[in-house]
T-cell receptor
Framework: AQSVTQPDIHITVSEGASLELRCNYSYGATPYLFWYVQSPGQGLQLLLKYFSGDTLVQGIKGFEAEFKRSQSSFNLRKPSVHWSDAAEYFCAVAFNNAGNMLTFGGGTRLMVKP | ETGVTQTPRHLVMGMTNKKSLKCEQHLGHNAMYWYKQSAKKPLELMFVYNFKEQTENNSVPSRFSPECPNSSHLFLHLHTLQPEDSALYLC????????????FGEGSRLTVL
């Protein structure tokens, strides 16, 4: 069955440190890939997306993600985390054989230490 | 206005009340969605409407009743809810047969007493 996995439920990093949030999916073809961010009590905001082409995509707020076909992964990275990045991050995948309905991972809650 | 707007942002209701959540999108999309987000649980897709027709109902209890009068508006009518229905209800829209990208509203925080 098609699925999306975010292995880390919680991550804590120090302000200024680098960040990598993991996302893996199970699917035979290349899907469309997304990362969303959610601040407490708010809706989900799109950070970045991958459809095709360059496997390293840039997003808003200094985030980037790299699609690795061989690993079925789409990890989110940021070189230097700011306190305002504390939020919940969701990886989402649109499987082409499911009408491109989004399947969401369970989310990773990021906490930033001063 | 642009984007997806949800009202009210906060709602407190008793178990015998009837209330409605409203969602409006100004993006020209033709698909709209209701999601439920409870504490410490994954996002749950509740309903999907494509061109005003309901195409998905993920075994949602009948105390939640959706309505989609046109492609821009989506309602969630609530009646005789339970305390475990307290959650953040998110509305989203997308372009049908597009890339699947969803545009979300800010959510309606529902508390059932």
């Amino acid at each position: 069955a098609q699925s999306v996995t975010q292995p880390d439920i919680h991550i804590t990093v120090s302000e200024g440190a680098s960040l990598e949030l993991r996302c893996n999916y199970s699917y035979g073809a290349t899907p469309y890939l997304f990362w969303y961010v959610q601040s407490p009590g708010q809706g989900l905001q799109l950070l970045l997306k991958y459809f095709s082409g360059d496997t390293l995509v840039q997003g808003i707020k200094g985030f980037e993600a790299e699609f690795k076909r061989s690993q079925s992964s789409f990890n989110l990275r940021k070189p230097s985390v700011h306190w305002s990045d504390a939020a919940e991050y969701f990886c989402a995948v649109a499987f082409n054989n499911a009408g491109n309905m989004l399947t969401f991972g369970g989310g990773t809650r990021l906490m930033v230490k001063p | 206005e642009t984007g997806v707007t949800q009202t009210p942002r906060h709602l407190v209701m008793g178990m015998t009340n009837k209330k409605s959540l409203k969602c409006e999108q100004h993006l020209g999309h033709n698909a709209m969605y209701w999601y439920k987000q409870s504490a410490k649980k994954p996002l749950e897709l509740m309903f999907v409407y494509n061109f005003k027709e309901q195409t998905e109902n993920n075994s949602v209890p009948s105390r939640f009743s959706p309505e989609c009068p046109n492609s821009s508006h989506l309602f969630l009518h609530l009646h005789t809810l339970q305390p475990e229905d307290s959650a953040l209800y998110l509305c989203a829209s997308s372009q049908l047969r597009g890339t699947g990208e969803l545009f979300f509203g800010e959510g309606s925080r529902l508390t059932v007493l």
